[in-house]
């Protein structure tokens, strides 16, 4: 899949173009540092990532950054890892986010509506957020938790969730959090690992019309965690709070002005963790600075948000997407958490939800994209959506069907930005800019300050074929190191093993002749016949058009004797069978819309697809299982969605030895 001529499925007007934030930035940026004034997008991108230093300072002037002590330059070492942004600098990204209360104006406005699967909102008010991170702030100081020390939560996306982690940035301490879907021993596969003093729990919650208790395991967290100095209990289903934990009204009772530490630009902000599929997960440090600015730019910039605007994205306190959507403070923007199942009481859900919050910007998976479309939901016919300016998607690539479902049932005026990044970053490294026309099956372009190119394996770039997804140059938000890896050198092997000196990230991508960026899926599971690359998503994207296909998963196996095998497993849709017709038809459809090529040598029908508990499929431990690596090494039991479909690929890898 390479670039195309055709036309755009969408372009902005020029009203659009015109009011776009990243239009007068490139103007401001033009008269006060030197960028292009003319160009558009192209040129900006261009300067961001030629003149580095001069970008990211326009960036911070931009937006205002709020440095209580100077920076003695933007970027003393670009070398990777090792990369020292704004050195001499202290801020406090906590008090960047609730700035906005700060104005009498807008005091009284929402900065949190919160939704749950009674679809009706409730409003936190800046002033309201801003008194409870103070006091929050203060209560944690008075339990002893100092710069560094890690605060952990194990919460669903509720505004407590938000108020706990501004806290703890306004401490000067380092936020981490799971989700209560997660078990314990998936939590504890994270936490262990950081040593939190403090952990804020609730005691269960609501999920797909029912109720979720989590008292047992809140309270197995409490033993395994020996560093817990405070437990704060988030009474979500009404209960009392346990012996020795402290109630969340209690601890947020106070009206005390929030006090920011003022901490280097590189002082951790928070820990993520990767999937952890094939061992322990990597727990991802990122800075206060590194994120600021770079969400800053993200959501300023390339989502166009702003005063007035509603940010949605559907996600979960465990995936690096909520850290991004309470980013959304940062620009004035009102945030929209929301807590339930996205699929409740219907598949149009996400929808009603971003029609009851006149949400601007509402964000979902590709998967749910496509979900809707199977399942023949009309948002624009069913739901006001006139608020909603933009649908943006994430998790996996959206197929051009995606794209074309979006435009004809979500509105032919929504700008569609399918965008990519990673935990690694906690941002974006190519999609949404509004600028830009949408071209079917295409990220829109490369984000600005982010030197995004394709690779071949001797480190030639590409354009219009396939190659590693390389970052060349430095981003703030790249990780500062990684927790319990003190000689970095687990750092260094999980991005700049392969090019020394580059970030390698482990996708496949297309830049097209016209700048555009085609995801075809991870490298490191990568389908490889006769020395030609091809990408799982684009199999994934033909084979689910067909309606008796729920899910797929393909995987290509080097096989000892030189040979290669490739099945595609296939979950039926309730009520088909996998017949010779229905198997006819997806040879076909594989061989008419990819190539021969992309022909699977068995399909094989399967109980389901195993994903990460972030949603993902699961390729590479499957490979694993399937060249007969046992289940207890080929995976991280605590990362998987549902471990037994695993023992189904592991029985068919026995039976494949056996025969």
């Avoid at 040593?195 to 109720?211: A, C, I, N, Q, S």
């Avoid at 998976?365 to 994430?394: E, G, N, W």
């Avoid at 849709?573 to 190539?595: C, W």
Wanted: hydrophobic share 40%.
């Amino acid at each position: 899949m390479t670039s195309t001529n055709a036309a755009p499925l969408w372009q902005p007007s020029q009203e659009r173009i015109d009011g776009a934030q990243i239009t007068r930035f490139q103007a401001w940026a033009a008269e006060h540092h030197g960028a292009p004034a003319e160009g558009g997008y192209p040129a900006l991108h261009r300067w961001s990532v030629a003149e580095l230093d001069t970008f990211w300072k326009a960036v911070a002037d931009w937006f205002d950054i709020r440095f209580s002590s100077p920076y003695e330059e933007v970027l003393a070492d670009r070398s990777m890892p090792g990369a020292r942004w704004f050195p001499g600098a202290t801020l406090n990204y906590a008090e960047h986010a609730l700035r906005t209360a700060e104005d009498p104006a807008r005091a009284d406005e929402p900065a949190i509506l919160h939704v749950d699967e009674t679809h009706d909102p409730q409003p936190v008010s800046w002033s309201e957020l801003r008194r409870q991170t103070g006091a929050l702030a203060a209560q944690l100081r008075a339990l002893g938790v100092r710069p560094g020390d890690r605060v952990s939560g194990y919460l669903p996306n509720i505004p407590q969730a938000v108020t706990a982690l501004l806290a703890t940035a306004a401490v000067g301490a380092v936020w981490t959090s799971c989700a209560p879907d997660f078990g314990a021993r998936s939590v504890l596969d994270r936490f262990q690992q950081v040593e939190p003093v403090v952990l804020f729990t609730v005691d269960g919650y609501r999920y797909g019309g029912k109720t979720h208790d989590r008292t047992e395991t809140v309270a197995e967290l409490r033993r395994e965690l020996p560093t817990l100095r405070a437990v704060i209990h988030i009474p979500l289903l009404g209960t009392t709070a346990p012996e020795g934990a402290i109630d969340w009204s209690d601890a947020t009772s106070g009206d005390t002005e929030p006090v920011f530490e003022q901490v280097p630009f590189d002082h951790p902000l928070w820990v993520l963790y990767s999937s952890g599929t094939t061992g322990l997960p990597k727990a991802i440090v990122q800075s206060q600075g590194g994120i600021l600015i770079e969400h800053f730019k993200q959501i300023g910039l390339h989502c166009d948000l702003g005063p007035g605007d509603r940010f949605f994205w559907y996600t979960s306190t465990g995936w690096m997407m909520w850290n991004f959507l309470v980013s959304g403070l940062l620009t004035g923007t009102t945030i929209v958490l929301y807590d339930g199942s996205p699929g409740y009481p219907d598949t149009g859900a996400q929808w009603r939800v971003a029609e009851r919050t006149g949400a601007t910007v509402f964000g979902t998976s590709a998967a749910y994209v496509m979900a809707c479309r199977k399942a023949d939901i009309h948002p624009a016919r069913d739901f006001d959506l006139t608020a909603v300016k933009c649908v943006a998607t994430t998790g996996s690539p959206l197929p051009p069907d995606g794209f074309r479902w979006l435009h004809e049932a979500a509105g032919d005026d929504v700008w569609i930005a399918s965008v990519s990044g990673g935990t690694d970053v906690c941002s974006c490294f190519a999609g949404a800019v509004p600028t830009l026309p949408v071209h079917i099956g295409e990220l829109q372009a490369a984000c600005l300050g982010t030197d995004l190119q394709a690779w071949d394996p001797q480190g030639k770039p590409l354009i219009g074929e396939v190659g590693e997804l390389v970052v060349t140059a430095p981003m703030p938000s790249m990780p500062i190191r990684f927790w319990n890896d003190p000689d970095g050198s687990r750092y260094h092997d999980s991005y700049f093993d392969t090019y020394p000196g580059v970030w390698r990230h482990g996708d496949w991508i297309t830049i097209t002749d016209h700048n555009s960026v085609i995801i075809h899926g991870r490298s490191d599971s990568t389908l490889n016949r006769q020395g030609v690359r091809m990408g799982s998503a684009d199999i994934y994207e033909a084979v689910e058009r067909l309606p008796e296909i729920k899910e797929s998963l393909v995987i290509g196996l080097e096989e000892p004797d030189g040979g290669y095998w490739m099945p595609l497993f296939v979950h039926l849709a309730e009520g088909a069978t996998l017949d010779d017709a229905l198997r006819t038809r997806i040879v076909s459809t594989i061989r008419t819309q990819l190539s021969p090529r992309h022909v699977p040598d068995d399909i094989i029908e399967v109980p389901g697809v195993p994903h990460t508990l972030t949603g993902k499929r699961i390729e590479v431990p499957v490979k694993r299982l399937l060249q007969g690596t046992p289940l207890a090494t080929a995976v991280n039991p605590g990362s998987v969605d549902n471990l037994d479909l695993l023992r189904f690929y592991e029985a068919l890898a026995l039976a494949r030895k056996g025969a």
